[in-house]
């Protein structure tokens, strides 16, 4: 049994966890540091019984936000179980609040603060060497000493830290999410965040180290790559080198990567032109696009520039762009987080994530929350409740917004009816809309449901109906059943959209693909198992295979469009086509019952 275990409990089983793997790779004693991943999720009996098994004299947890209430739980009834086994915490939710933890938790032993790797390896070595070791380690506090020094003992050269990516730990993570670091630190200071806490200097592993370590996780059965970088692009010209040898990887892989859009400019734009369409995607925090709320949050961003920036990135359309807002910082009334949200959707953003304000321990504005009239949660994730500037109630109403945010936008199950709901202004404003679906949801009591896709297509459009009377319902009707054959390959169209039959339909269709040219290849086999012919009342696709997104151009007329789910479009859809007919089969269209 290894005499010592490293164990996490991640958010999801997707998840990997990075820090436990850093640690074990450092300390020459390697093959006595067993590393132990559970999620969450897991049952707590489960994870203290296969604990107590692993017959540990160490046990180290890595301490997050969504992780920290059920260490203390489970670390406790371990020590309870037998006592002479040894509690160590680290990360960041135990890193700035080392005094009371140890006041409130009698089982806990030791603390590692910040990066770990320079005190956990000196503490182990201490382990094996003489158990009643004196020696002082920067970084490592016991709950059996009343000194709580600043701590500085990190490594200045990231490249002397030997690299996580193991065998061992990539047969860990079969399918999941790899997390990877290419530096440390971060340039900006934002208040909110745990980053503004390091040394401002930003660190970076070499180039060389980088790529060597890619490559021996691309051996791997992983999908994606995700930097954990708090602003990646910080170097332009590491930037252009890493992006650049991703991009030319011959593996199917994806790279997520956290940028900075005021740090984009038109060589940046120029390069990423040339990325391959689903190889990267980018997260960018705009929080906020009110000047007065950024500069209170040590955010001195340049809101035109940010969103003119964020606008040519999604222009380029072979990047997925994610965007985040966040609610609840100083001088940010429900007035001012409207006029946000609005200027955030009408980008068109892959995805956009509403995130509520965490008053982390450590940070600037946790400090300022008399400053601001903070109320938040005394527990993890210290959420915001309300403050001078929100009340509770305005805060409640985004979060069911945030949550419909998902259901809807970020699902890209809707995407023509909601940007044919934008384009004609049918809503005042994008905020709105999801304010009176929102609404909808409650009076319906639909609220605490869970829905299957149908449903929601269905609730969709009881709910558009009801607000958009002035619009022809069975156009409506036929943008969403047009944006389920997009997204939904079963085929099983839902009852309640309008549907138009024609018994010939399938063999018009199957004869009008053969004699098309992009089709040639293509056997009538597989026409019949990967394609779906559609009748639809209106015209809402053109002539060039193009959706119509102004109302005033949408005209009754019966017509045939194909969907093809063989293959995607890059927004993850699947692609369609108007049906090129020859007269006598559109005549049987127009006539058709």
């Known amino acids: 049994m290894a005499t010592i275990s490293l164990v996490s409990l991640n958010s999801k089983y997707i998840h990997s966890s990075l820090a436990p793997w850093y640690l074990k790779s450092q300390s020459e004693f390697s093959n006595d540091i067993n590393v132990i991943e559970y999620t969450i999720n897991d049952k707590l009996d489960n994870i203290i019984e296969d604990l107590y098994f692993k017959n540990s004299k160490y046990l180290f947890f890595s301490c997050y936000i969504w992780n920290i209430d059920l260490i203390i739980k489970i670390s406790k009834d371990i020590k ?15 890193s700035y609040d080392i005094e009371r933890i140890f006041r409130e938790n009698n089982h806990i032993d030791f603390i590692i603060k910040g990066e770990g790797e320079v005190p956990f390896v000196k503490f182990v070595k201490n382990i094996f060497k003489s158990e009643k070791s004196k020696e002082k380690i920067s970084g490592l506090y016991s709950r059996y000493s009343s000194e709580f020094e600043e701590y500085s003992d990190i490594y200045e050269n990231l490249d002397e830290i030997i690299s996580p990516y193991t065998n061992e730990m990539l047969n860990s993570c079969n399918n999941k999410i790899i997390y990877f670091e290419s530096s440390r630190g971060c340039p900006f200071r934002c208040s909110y965040c745990l980053s503004s806490l390091q040394n401002s200097k930003v660190r970076f592993f070499s180039l060389k180290r980088v790529k060597e370590d890619i490559i021996r996780i691309l051996d791997s059965n992983v999908n994606q790559i995700k930097f954990v ?34 740090l984009i400019d038109d060589e940046v734009i120029e390069f990423l032109k040339f990325i391959k369409p689903g190889r990267i995607q980018f997260e960018i925090g705009i929080q906020s696009t009110n000047k ?3 500069n209170a949050v040590d955010r001195n961003s340049l809101v035109e520039n940010l969103l003119s920036n964020i606008e040519k990135l999604i222009n380029l359309k ?32 892959n995805k956009i994530q509403l995130g509520f304000l965490k008053l ?29 500037f929100i ?14 945010i998902d259901k809807y936008y970020n699902s890209k199950k809707f995407i ?17 809309l999801y304010k009176y679906l929102s609404k909808y949801y409650m009076d319906m009591g639909y609220k605490n449901i869970q829905m299957s896709l149908n449903q929601r297509y269905k609730i969709f459009f009881e709910f558009l109906k009801k607000y958009l009377s002035k619009v022809n319902c069975k156009i409506l009707s036929d943008i969403l059943k047009f944006d389920f054959l997009t997204s939904d390959n079963t085929k099983n169209i839902p009852s309640y959209f309008d549907r138009v039959y024609l018994k010939e339909l399938r063999s018009i269709g199957i004869k009008s693909l053969k004699n098309d040219l992009n089709y040639l290849k293509i056997s009538e086999n597989d026409i019949k198992k990967g394609f779906h012919f559609e009748l639809f009342e209106y015209e809402i696709v053109d002539d060039f295979g193009d959706f119509i997104f102004d109302i005033s151009n949408i005209i009754k007329g019966r017509n045939a469009i194909v969907f093809d789910y063989t293959k995607k479009s890059n927004i993850n859809n699947y692609k369609f086509d108007k049906l090129k007919l020859s007269y006598e089969s559109m005549e049987k269209i127009k006539n058709g019952k």
């Open 391 to 404: 009340s509770y109630k305005e805060i409640t109403e985004l979060k069911n917004i945030e949550v419909l």
């Open 80 to 94: 309870k179980i037998n006592k002479n086994i040894v509690i160590v915490l680290g990360g960041p939710e135990v």
């Open 292 to 294: 007065d709320v950024l």
């Open 318 to 349: 072979n990047i997925h762009i994610h965007v985040d807002l966040i609610t609840g910082l100083p001088y940010e009334d429900l007035k001012s987080f409207k006029n946000s949200f609005n200027d955030v959707y009408k980008l068109n953003a």
């Open 416 to 432: 023509y009816i909601l940007e044919f709901i934008k384009e004609n202004n049918l809503f005042k404003s994008p905020y709105e």
């Open 229 to 262: 970088d708090r602003t990646f692009n910080c170097n332009k010209k590491r930037f252009f080198d890493i992006l650049e040898f991703v991009n030319e990887l011959e593996r199917d892989i994806n790279f997520h990567f956290e940028i900075s859009a005021n």
């Open 360 to 388: 982390l321990k450590g940070t600037k504005i946790r400090k300022e929350y008399k400053q601001y009239g903070y109320r938040f949660k005394d527990y993890p994730p210290y959420e915001i409740l309300f403050n001078d």
